[in-house]
Structures are given as structure tokens and as C-alpha cells.
């Protein structure tokens, strides 16, 4: 399967806002509801940030996260490498740095898995 990045349908954006609206289904919890997001992010978030009933969806802004700052987000990145055991190379964290919403790191995590899973396939 080969990725559009979609520069020219989102200009300035990091790409992987297109991947998520043109996606027909996630491999997570929810299905096809482009709106849900792992529950294990969900979980990391509510507890780095102490938010039990936050409720976070793919569209859902760093900025609506009370705390969010660019050093939280260095803490969320680690505890979604340990959680998920992956490890974000140079570009995918240049991708998460410019990442403004829940979904984008959400999108960029399943192509982190599916990578994985190719490669000990």
C-alpha cells in the first residue's frame, strides 16, 4: 500500500492529515470510526495529564489537553514508545513535533506498528 502525503490538498500541513481523512478503517478499537482513537493512548494521555474523564478523539487539539506544552509532549512520546514498544526515528519525530491533534499521533503510531509487523513478517 502506498501512502499520499497530500501537500497539495493540505498545504503546510505535515501530510498526515490526509492519511487520517482518507482512511476507510482503523485496526484499533472503534472500527471504522474515523473519530476513535487506541484506548491505550487515550489512557497515557489521561494519566501523564491527570485527566480520567477526558474524553479524546482523532480531532481532538494538543491545545484542549490543560498542561500540553512542548515538554509534556516529549513525555508523551516516550511513554507511547515504551507502551507500544516502538521507537520514533529522526523524521517521525520532526512529524510529531509538528503534529498539532490526538489523530495525527494516533496515524503516525499505526504506520509505526504496520512497519513493524512487515518487517518480522
Known sequence: MSWDYGEEAHPGSSGLIHILE??????FAGGGDLGAVHPTLVEIVQKLFRVPDARLVAGTPYTDIPGW????????????????????DDEELEQLR???TFGE???LLRMKLSQGEARSA
Do not use: C, G, W, Y
Request: proline share 3%.
Open 98 to 100: 509538528a503534529s498539532a
Open 105 to 107: 499521533l494516533h496515524t
Open 22 to 27: 482518507s482512511m476507510s478503517a482503523l485496526p
Open 69 to 88: 506544552d512542548s515538554l509534556s509532549h516529549i513525555n508523551v512520546i516516550f511513554e507511547v514508545e515504551k507502551s507500544f514498544a516502538v521507537r520514533f
